[in-house]
């Protein structure tokens, strides 16, 4: 008889990559999964996806599932596996964008290039084919190096229809249009393949990955074409739920979610990845659970540090860069780069919504798409939205104070902002790529670039975090706890996921910093006088980078097999991202030499003992904060999600290093492991007791703001965690502090000790930094 199916509870987050990690792989980790109290498994994107492809959000083919995965059988026989033991499966789509690197690996992207306007996909795609697209009406492929490069096309007979050929590249050529000179046969394609700088892009890009195609979602054919694989997933009962990837690039988002909604039924879990500004709601009117989890995320690394090392810390950062860091820094910062990344990165998404605009006004003068009024009046808006997009329920005032501020900024920009509203209020095309290029130039601004640029405390720079804020009071966080128990219970919360720029316990590493900016200033100025970075922001940036990753047991990092790698990649990264001294297209090779030879001297060096020596001493501070920060997530409000290998201590920088394969299955049982399972277990059952109240429990005391305590139900579990753990051991401990226990025997499922009435905080926090209570009627006990 078949198990029935548990309610989602918690889910566990697996990269699946064909050949490595597949739907056979994760059915040989269900038993581990089963008994870590995991109660459904959440799969990164399954459909076809690009050869090679690590990730798999770059599907080729949305009708099929992945062969490299095992196929529609594997991920059948998956299901079934999980579903005898009543555990149930979570899919990640992708309804932004298709993968276009290699062309004829996309049969719907291939036809369209060799058809054009007659293929029966070519409505499928964004594609720009107006007249004054700058491509003579052809759809612009950004691949040459230069103009010059069209005299090396070639023509290759190899296969059953010859193509057009550029190095590697290969693309269709259209039927009666081949000829010997390949010149001549590219004039006659509905393509043009132009050089990758010239600002020329006849398609929708996901943010500015020319690789990624975007799709027109609003068109019913291309909703039902490619959602019908995964209408099939719910017919046939494989799958409980999706988390729907980037639904902000979407032309109608709104739209989008009630046709899935509809498609999947009343009742499957949906989680949007909608990244929230601080203080920004979800659109309570979208038909969805909940979002996956960014906002909890910064929540509970706010509510971790310690707000009395913000004055430190920033006088630090201005010590060794210009970059205080503070909120004022940032808000004219990131509109700085905002205007820069609509002008350069995104020209060709902005002039496409000037045109828009144009159409709309009929001819005027501050309307001409060639205006570089309107270019600079729609680089203005979107530098000063503070969110994503401004057109969910619940924003509609705000785009109107956006101009009005830009209006009082830029008096000069009037005549082309009053444009832009006229065409935007219309609503219609300006309306909806607005939208979406405001989404693209806030991502590609502050994510991809600002959170490079800065260093005051980087474990705040985070995807849908706030920097600036540094931190928040326990009050405040219980507040907005309470407020995500009621609105949405069954959102996702996370602390890692394959987006984070940090781990979690690198991030709460990091974080432990504002509990002793002294110190580290005088560390900071020890190793930047003996091993100097080449670069300031540089060195800011990656001593705490250092610190995150190093380990705490005494290993040389030198010794740690790959990690030496893993920074010289990290390094890379984060240069080119922050675009300061180097960039992904204009690589300065000496200054990023300089930066490699400076991260292997630390790494052999005098310094790197320091380091370590720091990590160790720091250990038992920067243990309770991710043991603590683990279980409020865990038991707090919402679904939690476990990112694959996070249920052990880990050290994961930002993307490819955070998907690196895992194994699967804890050793041993570390503190980690044991807060993980037994929170898990708890939650799986009792489930209602997670899906009812969230109290707030405060500790009494001289010391009881390093208490962060809530109870869950009816006062049927409480959640204990230590904050600050090193500003409370230079107050000597915890001395007389206790925590007020509702009525009742309570027993702590992590020790197996039993506690009632005001308990000492002493007593409760003698074995971990952590507790988690449960009131005594049930049989919960600690596992071994």
Known sequence: MTPTRRPITSTYRLQLVPGSFTFDDARAALEYLDDLGVSHLYLSPILTATSGSTHGYDVVDPTTVSEGLGGRDGLVALSAAARERGMGLIVDIVPNHMGVAKPRENRWWWDVLRHGEQSPFASYFDIDRAADNGADGRLALPILGSADDLAALDIDRSGDQPELAFHEHRFPIAPGTDGADAAEVHARQSYRLVPWDSGLIGYRRFFAVNELAALRQEDPDVFEATHAQIASWFADDLVDGLRIDHPDGLTDPAGYLRRLRALVGPDRWLVVEKILASGEALDATLPVDGTTGYEVLARIDDVFVDRSGEAGLTDLSLAYTDAAGDAAWLEETERRLKRTTAAELLAP???????????????????????????????????????????????????????????????????????????????????????????AVMAKSVEDCLFYRTARLTSLQEVGGDPGRFGVSPARFHLDSVAHARSRPASMTTLSTHDTKRGEDVRGRIGVLSQTPELWARCVAEWSEHTPAPDPTVGAFGWQTFLGVWPDDGTPAADVPDLRERLHAYAEKAMREASAQTTWTEPDERFEAAVHEWVDTVLDGPVGVSIGRLAQQLAPHTRSDCLGRKLVQLCGPGVPDVYQGTELPEDSLVDPDNRRPVVVGGVGVPPKLHVVRNALRLRRERPEVFAGAYTALDARGECREHVLGFVRGDDAVAVLATRTSLRLAERGGWDDTTVPLPDGSWLDVLTGTQHSAEALAADVFATYPVALLVRQSGTATADG
């Open 349 to 439: 998404e902005v002039r496409r919504l000037a045109r828009a605009v144009a159409r709309h006004s009929g001819g005027a003068a501050s309307g001409h798409p060639d205006a570089p009024e309107l270019s600079e009046a729609i680089g203005e808006v979107v530098a000063r939205l503070p969110v994503y997009r401004s057109d969910y329920r619940g924003l509609e005032p705000l785009l109107g104070d956006v101009l009005d501020s830009a209006r009082r900024a830029r008096p000069d920009l009037g005549p082309a902002l009053d444009t832009l509203a006229a065409a935007v209020t219309a609503g219609g095309e300006a309306a909806a790529r607005l939208q979406q290029v405001s989404g």
